[in-house]
C-alpha cells in the first residue's frame, strides 16, 4: 500500500495548526468538569434510554446511552454531553420576561440568549408592547384557532430535526390536513442536495451505508466534513479503518486538524498518541468539488480503472458521463479545483486500489451553489468504480441534527414522497393539496412579500440559521402570528418577530417526555426513546405532541382524525408505520422494543430503487467560479485589502445557531470575531496576526474582527456562523433551496 508522505495539496507554507490534534485530553477534561458539577443529573441522563440529542450519528437507545446500534460501548462522545449540559441548565426565572425588555433582550448574544436557562413557562410579545408576558394555555389555543383559519397557502411551518418522528408525523398531518403544504425544514439548508440527488441517482434520498458497511471499507473518502467537531465517533471508525491498512481521503479547502490527527478518547493508544486520519488531503477550492471529482473520474477511465461490466448491466446513462469526463481538459480541472493532476491522479489510484469505498459528505459538499452537482458527481465516482450496491461500500451522506432524517421520512417535506402522499390521502380520506410548498427561503421570501398570516416553528431558530439576517426580521415581521415551540431561548425568539404577536411555547426535551418516541439516526436506525421526567420543578412544559395536537384538535376538531387520540404516540407509531414505507416494523416496537434498520434504504445489492432497478447517472457540469475582486466591494486600491472566498462553519463548541463556548481552541480563535487566514494571504494584505480588520460581505461587514493564522487554502478564509449571516446572501441551488454558506466573496481591509 502507497503511503502520501506528502498530506497537503497546497503549494506554498506548511499548515499552520495551534495544536498537535483533534480531540484528546481537553475532551477528557470537559467531561471531567461535567460530570463533577452535574453529578447523579448527568449520569441518569447519561444512561437514559434515548438517543443522543446532538449529532445524528445517532447513540444511545435501547441499549444506553454510551451504545451504538452494533452495541459498541464508550460511544458517547462530549457534543453529546454538551447537549445534555445545555438542557440542565435551571429555568428561566419568573419575573424575567417582566423585567427585560425587549431591547435588552436583542443585545444579547447567542451564548448569552442559550445561558438564561431553560424555557419553563409560555409567554407572549403582543404588538405594541416592549416585554414577553406569561401567557395561560386557554388564550394560546385562541389565538391558534384563529391564527392558523387562513386560506393553507397563507399558513405554513418551519421545523429543526430534533424532535421526535411522532411530532414529525403530527405537524406533517395537521398541516396537510388544514391543506398546506408549507412545510419548511432546516434541512432546507442543509442535506437537502443530498436527498434530492441521491433520489434521482438511486431513487432513495438517504445512505446505502449501515454502520456495519463502514466497518468493512476499505476506504474512506471524507467530503466537506469537520467530522472531529461535529459527528466524533465517526473518527472511532476512520481509527479503527486506518489500523486495519484502510485509507482515508480527506477532501477539503481547510485543513482541520482533527481530520489530520486525532486521539479518541475511547481508545488508550490513541488518546496518548494520536491517531493519523488522512492518508491524502485534497484542498479544492470552496465550491469547486465538481471539478476534482471529474478529474478523477477522468484518471479512473485514463487508468482503465472504471467497472465497465457493472456500469452495463445497474447503471444508466453511464457512457454520457464518461465522455463528459474523457472531453473535460486537465487544464479545465486543475484551474477550477486548483488541485494539481498528481494529485488527482494518486487519489483515483487509491480509489482504485481499494475493494470497498464509502464516498462521505457533510455541509462542504451540500451548502454549495451547485450542491446537487456535488452529489451527482460523487456517486459518478461510486458507481464508476463499482462501489455502491455492495457491503462496505456506497454513498453515506453524514447528517445534522440527531432526527433530521426522520423529519423527512415523516414527510415533513416540500417534495412528498408519491407512496407517502396516497397512504396519507387514503388516511385522510381525501386528495392531498397540489400547491407547492414553500421551503426554507421561499417561505422568507413569501413571508417578506406579505404572503404568510401564521406560522409554526417547531424547534430550530429560523432567524438565525438563514442568510441575510436582516431580511429574515423584515420577512418575520410581516407574519401576524407566530409559534415557537422551543426548549430554550434563542436570539431568533428576539430578533424573528412577528407584528402582531410571538409566542414561545415551553417544550419536554427527548429525555423528558412522559410519552415513549422515535428518531431515525442518519444510518437508517430507528431508536425508541424510553419516557423520563424534568429537573424542573413546577415548570409548566408541555410536550410536543399534545400542544400539537391541541392545535390540531382546535383547528380541526376531530376531522378527518381524532386528534387528541393522537396524543398517545404508540397509536401515532401504528399510524406511521401503515403510511410510511420502510416503517412497517413501528406497528410491533411498543411490545418489542426492537429498534431497526428502515428497509429498502441499505443496498448490499446493485438493485436500486429506481423505477428500473438501475442507477442513473447525470453529468455535473464543472462550476464556473470567479474569484472575488476588490473592485466588486467598491474600495478604493489604497487600503491594505484582501479579496477572500469565506467558508462558513461551526466551532467546535457550538451547536448549530448555539454557542456553548466562546473560543475555538482547536483552531485557535479564542472568540467569536475571529477570521481564520492563510499566513501567506494575510502577508500579501500586510496584516499581523491579531490585528483587527473589517469583513465586507454582500450586505454588511463586521468590524474589529481579529486575523488569526491558520490553515485554510490561499485565497480562503474561515469564520463562524451564524453571526456571518448578518453580512452574506449567498446564491441559491434552485434545484433543492440550499444556500452557499460555504461560498461567499468578502473583502478584508485594514481597520480604520
Ligand atoms: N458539535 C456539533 N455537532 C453538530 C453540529 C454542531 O453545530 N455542533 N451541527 C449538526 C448539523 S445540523 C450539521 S448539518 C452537521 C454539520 O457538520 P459539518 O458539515 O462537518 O459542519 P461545518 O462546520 O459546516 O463544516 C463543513 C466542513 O466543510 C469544509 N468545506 C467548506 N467548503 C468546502 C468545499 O467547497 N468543499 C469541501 N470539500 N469542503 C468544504 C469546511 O472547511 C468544514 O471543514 O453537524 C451536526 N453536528
Ligand atoms: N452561514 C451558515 N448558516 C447555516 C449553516 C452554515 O453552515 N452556515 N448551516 C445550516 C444548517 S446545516 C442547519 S441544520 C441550520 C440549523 O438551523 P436550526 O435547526 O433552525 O437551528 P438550531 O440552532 O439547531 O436550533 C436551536 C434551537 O432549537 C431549540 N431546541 C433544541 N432542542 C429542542 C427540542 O428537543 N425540541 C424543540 N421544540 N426545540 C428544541 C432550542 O430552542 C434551540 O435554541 O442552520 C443553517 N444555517
Ligand atoms: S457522535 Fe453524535 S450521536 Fe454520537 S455521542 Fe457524539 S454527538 Fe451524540
Ligand atoms: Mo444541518
Known amino acids: 500500500m502507497a503511503r502520501i508522505l506528502k498530506p497537503y495539496s497546497a503549494k506554498a507554507g506548511s499548515p499552520v495548526f495551534k495544536v498537535s490534534r483533534g480531540g484528546g485530553l481537553p475532551v477528557v477534561l470537559y467531561w471531567a468538569e461535567k460530570t463533577l458539577a452535574y453529578r447523579t443529573l448527568l449520569w441518569q441522563k447519561l444512561n437514559h434510554k434515548s438517543a443522543c440529542k446532538s449529532c445524528a450519528w445517532g447513540t444511545g437507545g435501547q441499549k444506553g446511552g454510551f451504545r451504538n446500534e452494533l452495541n459498541e460501548p464508550l460511544q458517547r462522545c462530549a457534543k453529546g ?8 441548565q435551571g429555568p428561566v426565572a419568573a419575573d424575567f420576561f417582566a423585567r427585560q425588555s425587549l431591547a435588552q433582550l436583542q443585545a444579547l448574544s447567542s451564548r448569552e440568549a442559550e445561558r438564561l436557562g431553560r424555557l419553563s413557562y409560555p409567554v407572549i410579545l403582543r404588538a405594541g408592547s416592549s416585554h414577553y408576558e406569561r401567557i395561560g394555555w386557554p388564550e394560546i389555543y385562541a389565538i391558534a384557532q384563529k391564527a392558523f383559519a387562513r386560506p393553507p397557502e397563507r399558513v405554513a411551518s418551519y421545523s429543526s430535526g430534533r424532535s421526535s418522528n411522532e411530532a414529525a408525523y403530527i405537524l406533517q398531518l395537521m398541516m396537510r390536513a388544514l391543506g398546506s403544504n408549507n412545510l419548511a425544514d432546516c434541512s432546507d439548508l442543509c442535506h437537502s442536495p443530498s436527498t434530492y440527488g441521491l433520489k434521482q441517482v438511486f431513487g432513495s434520498g438517504t445512505s446505502m451505508v449501515s454502520l456495519e458497511d463502514l466497518k468493512q471499507s476499505d476506504c474512506v473518502v471524507l467530503i466537506g466534513s469537520n467530522a472531529p467537531a461535529n459527528h466524533p465517533r465517526l473518527m472511532n471508525e476512520l481509527i479503527k479503518l486506518r489500523e486495519r491498512g484502510g485509507r482515508v481521503i480527506v477532501v477539503n479547502p481547510v485543513i482541520e486538524v482533527g481530520l489530520m490527527n486525532f486521539a479518541s478518547p475511547a481508545f488508550v493508544p490513541s488518546l496518548l498518541f494520536g491517531s493519523e486520519i488522512s492518508s491524502l488531503y485534497l484542498q479544492p477550492d470552496p465550491g469547486s468539488d465538481v471539478a476534482l471529482f471529474v478529474g478523477m473520474a477522468k484518471s479512473l477511465i485514463e487508468q482503465n480503472k472504471i467497472d465497465r461490466r457493472f456500469l452495463g448491466a445497474h ?17 479545465q480541472i486543475e484551474s477550477t479545483c486548483g488541485i494539481e493532476r498528481v494529485l488527482i491522479e494518486q487519489a483515483a489510484q487509491m480509489i482504485a486500489r481499494s475493494e470497498r469505498v464509502v464516498f462521505a459528505w457533510a455541509m462542504g459538499a451540500t451548502q454549495q451553489a451547485n450542491g446537487v452537482d456535488n452529489i451527482f458527481a460523487i456517486a459518478n465516482l461510486a458507481l464508476l468504480t463499482g462501489n455502491a450496491g455492495k457491503p462496505g461500500a456506497g454513498t453515506m451522506p453524514i447528517r445534522g441534527h440527531s432526527n433530521v432524517q426522520g423529519f423527512g421520512s415523516m414527510g415533513v417535506s416540500v417534495r412528498l414522497k408519491e407512496e407517502i402522499r396516497l397512504a396519507l390521502e387514503k388516511l385522510l380520506g381525501r386528495p392531498l393539496s397540489r400547491v407547492p410548498g414553500h421551503d426554507t427561503r421561499r417561505l422568507i421570501e413569501a413571508a417578506a412579500a406579505g404572503q404568510i398570516d401564521a406560522l409554526l416553528c417547531l424547534g430550530g431558530n429560523l432567524w438565525g440559521a438563514n442568510p441575510d439576517q436582516g431580511q429574515a426580521s423584515r420577512a418575520l415581521g410581516q407574519i401576524e402570528t407566530i409559534f415557537y415551540i422551543s426548549t430554550k431561548p434563542n436570539q431568533g425568539h428576539f430578533h424573528g418577530l412577528a407584528s402582531k404577536q410571538t409566542i414561545i411555547i415551553p417544550v419536554f426535551t427527548r429525555d423528558e417526555n412522559p410519552h415513549r418516541t422515535t428518531v431515525e439516526s442518519g444510518n437508517n436506525f430507528v431508536r425508541l426513546n424510553e419516557t423520563g421526567r424534568t ?27 381524532d386528534w387528541r387520540r393522537l396524543q398517545d404516540t404508540a397509536y401515532v407509531r401504528q399510524l406511521i408505520a401503515q403510511t410510511i414505507p420502510g416503517f412497517e416494523k413501528m406497528a410491533t416496537i411498543d411490545q418489542t422494543r426492537e429498534e431497526f434498520t428502515i428497509a429498502g434504504r441499505i443496498f448490499h445489492e446493485p438493485v436500486f430503487a429506481t423505477p428500473t432497478g438501475r442507477a442513473k447517472m447525470f453529468v455535473p457540469p464543472l462550476p464556473e467560479l470567479r474569484p472575488p475582486q476588490i473592485g466588486d466591494f467598491g474600495i478604493e486600491p489604497s487600503h491594505r485589502a484582501i479579496p477572500l472566498v469565506l467558508v462558513s462553519v461551526r466551532s467546535y463548541s457550538q451547536h448549530n445557531t448555539v454557542v456553548y463556548k466562546e473560543g475555538d481552541s482547536y483552531r485557535g480563535m479564542p472568540h467569536r ?27 454588511g461587514c463586521k468590524e474589529q474582527v481579529e486575523v488569526i493564522f491558520g490553515s485554510p487554502k490561499r485565497g480562503v478564509a474561515l469564520m463562524f456562523y451564524p453571526e456571518i449571516n448578518a453580512i452574506i446572501q449567498p446564491p441559491i441551488d434552485e434545484r433543492c433551496g440550499i444556500p452557499a454558506f460555504k461560498r461567499n466573496p468578502i473583502l478584508v481591509v485594514a481597520s480604520g
Do not use: M, Y
Open 81 to 88: 454531553v454538551e447537549s445534555i449540559v445545555g438542557d440542565l
Open 673 to 699: 470575531n475571529c477570521i481564520l487566514l492563510n499566513p501567506d494571504d494575510a502577508q500579501a494584505a500586510g496584516f499581523a496576526e491579531h490585528e483587527r480588520v473589517t469583513v465586507i460581505g454582500k450586505i
Open 315 to 331: 447503471t444508466e446513462n453511464s457512457q454520457a458521463v464518461i465522455e463528459h469526463a474523457q472531453a473535460t481538459s486537465w487544464q
Open 535 to 561: 429537573h424542573l420543578p413546577g415548570a409548566d412544559l408541555i410536550s410536543e405532541v399534545e400542544f400539537l395536537t391541541q392545535v390540531a384538535h382546535h383547528l380541526l376538531g376531530e376531522v378527518p382524525v
